[in-house]
């Protein structure tokens, strides 16, 4: 049965920094493509991050250049540091994995996590 885990979510002011993981079981990591959604309260969820088989990443637009996306496959766990954080940032994040290509919809992903609550404060 997989099962992923997220955590590192948590406070953060307005520029500061959190690094989420996702600790995946069940599965070997290294097959996969692990993705970040994030949903904010009251609105859709939305694509992160991804990070493919052969660690190609990719990125939603908000995300670049302050946003990395790592993965561990010898700890089977995934990464997302989030890095110059603004209040738009705040949501529950959720990581997902899928085999063999990575995509950007969430309707593809079978596998989810539960999700962790990221709050950026001015």
């Known amino acids: 049965q997989v099962q992923l885990m997220e955590s590192g979510g948590g406070t953060a002011h307005v520029g500061g920094s959190l690094r989420l993981s996702c600790a995946a079981s069940g599965l070997s990591l290294e097959n996969y493509a692990v993705a970040w959604f994030r949903q904010a309260s009251g609105k859709e969820r939305e694509f992160v991050a991804a990070i493919n088989r052969n660690g190609f990443s990719f990125y939603a637009d908000f995300a670049k250049r302050r946003f990395i996306i790592e993965r561990d496959n010898a700890k089977n766990t995934g990464y997302l540091q989030m890095n110059s954080l603004r209040p738009s940032a705040t949501a529950v994040y959720s990581c997902?994995?899928?085999?063999?290509?990575?995509?950007?919809?969430?309707?593809?992903?079978?596998?989810w996590g539960q999700g962790t609550q990221a709050t950026v404060s001015s």
């Open positions: 997902a994995v899928i085999s063999p290509f990575v995509s950007r919809q969430a309707t593809v992903y079978a596998d």
